[in-house]
């Protein structure tokens, strides 16, 4: 595999879109044969204090862009944030107060660095640029777009046909977010699958100004714990960065076999594949440990971990638990391995106990005899009604 082909696939990951086709790899070809790396925008409006997972789609992407070397501009939408994002709203947004909005863009700044480097972020707001505007710069804006694709815009349509009030400023925003591309001049923008319309207004400025339009990547938007709608404080369905380790961790485990798959793809860089042949309680936990250690480190996760197994467990698990630690050379494990790494006395009687429904790994019942446990875990154990223990695979590079 090429570099530009190894780029090509850990970017494109998960997204929904790429606009225009083939530009994402075109550009990617230049910047490695010219040295230069691309610049990526994604903004970000501070209208609430604290983000969520969901939030953190776009922020692990930038990430990926940082680890291949590309320069990242997070745009904090101090200005449009007055105005409030118009998409998905079937009411015009109340504006927040500039102590709500200095207080949130303060506690974004803190929590988008537990993901971003902050040594090569380039922290920009647009109050710097929209907060000078004259009237002058104002309809001058207005003059470089044409109002017909405003008028057809799913949201406003809906909005209009509905006699639900649409404000004149609600028109505006898309407006300001297009010319936060004109000033910066980005190679390409990211942002939510609800923000594609968006996207294409700052291709269409760029365009206008005389610039060269940036590319388009979109993400999906996270669906919340209950695997239905999208993740948001509202629905109560979401993960918050902020959140207590132990209910961070509990939160990820009671996530469907599925949406875990989900948030692996868009949060993580492990190989599915190789998930997809782990048992899912194990894949779970080790998912709900990267979580915890990212926001809050690695001691609060083993904590938080230790917490929920012997919660889970507590009426099974005997005081002088057996406490093995394995060698994990792979990375995982075969599941028959571990038990008789544990101590049972032969492969053969392993998978037998499997095939018969007795083992158990941190509660749940294991009949593949193909399973795999992932190292970095400890799981609970048990093979029968007298086999138990906590069993701890540790990497070991061999």
């Known amino acids: 595999m090429t570099e530009l082909e190894r780029q090509l696939e850990i970017l494109s990951r998960g997204c929904v879109e790429l606009l225009p086709e083939g530009a994402l790899a075109e550009q990617l070809a230049l910047a490695l044969k010219v040295g230069r790396p691309l ?53 015009t947004r109340p504006p927040l107060s500039e102590e709500a909005i200095r207080k949130n863009t303060e506690t974004y700044t803190a929590q988008v660095f537990k993901i971003l480097d902050p040594e090569r972020t380039r922290v920009v707001f647009n109050g710097d640029w929209l907060g000078r505007f004259t009237l002058v710069d104002l309809l001058t804006l207005c003059a470089k777009y044409n109002v017909a694709p405003m008028l057809t815009r799913d949201d406003f349509s809906k909005r209009y046909k509905a006699g639900h009030p649409i404000a004149i400023h609600e028109f505006l925003y898309p407006l300001m977010q297009g010319y936060d591309s004109v000033a910066l001049e980005p190679d390409l923008e990211l942002g939510g699958s609800d923000q594609t319309f968006n996207l294409l207004v700052g291709r269409d400025l760029m365009r206008a100004y005389g610039q060269k339009p940036q590319s388009i990547m979109t993400m999906p938007l996270l669906e919340g714990t209950d695997g239905v709608r999208k993740m948001s404080k509202s629905y109560g369905n979401y993960i918050g960065v902020t959140e ?79 406490e093995v630690n394995v060698p994990c050379p792979q990375g995982d494990m075969w599941l028959p391995d571990v038990l008789v790494a544990a101590g049972m006395p032969s492969k053969s009687e392993a998978r037998r106990r499997i095939g018969a429904g007795a083992v158990y790994v941190d509660g749940e019942r294991v009949t593949d005899e193909q399973a795999r446990l992932a190292a970095g875990g400890t799981y609970l154990v048990k093979a029968g009604k007298r086999s138990m223990w906590r069993v701890t695979l540790t990497w070991a590079h061999g």
């Open 244 to 322: 207590a380790p132990d209910g961070m961790f509990g939160k990820v485990m009671s996530l469907s076999d599925e949406l875990m798959l989900r948030y692996m793809e868009l949060l993580t860089d492990w190989d599915l594949e190789r998930v997809r042949a782990e048992h899912p309680m194990a894949a779970k936990q080790r998912l709900a440990m990267e979580f915890v250690a990212r926001f809050h480190g690695r001691e609060a996760a083993e904590a938080a971990r230790d917490a929920f197994v012997a919660r889970f467990s507590k009426r099974e698990v005997p005081d002088d638990l057996p």
């Open 39 to 91: 610049r990526v925008k994604a903004g970000f409006d501070p209208t609430a204090p604290d983000i969520h997972l969901g939030h953190t789609v776009l922020l692990y992407k930038l990430a990926q862009f940082q680890r291949l070397g590309h320069e990242v501009i997070l745009l904090i939408g101090d200005f449009t944030a007055r105005i409030g994002d118009p998409t998905g709203r079937s009411e």
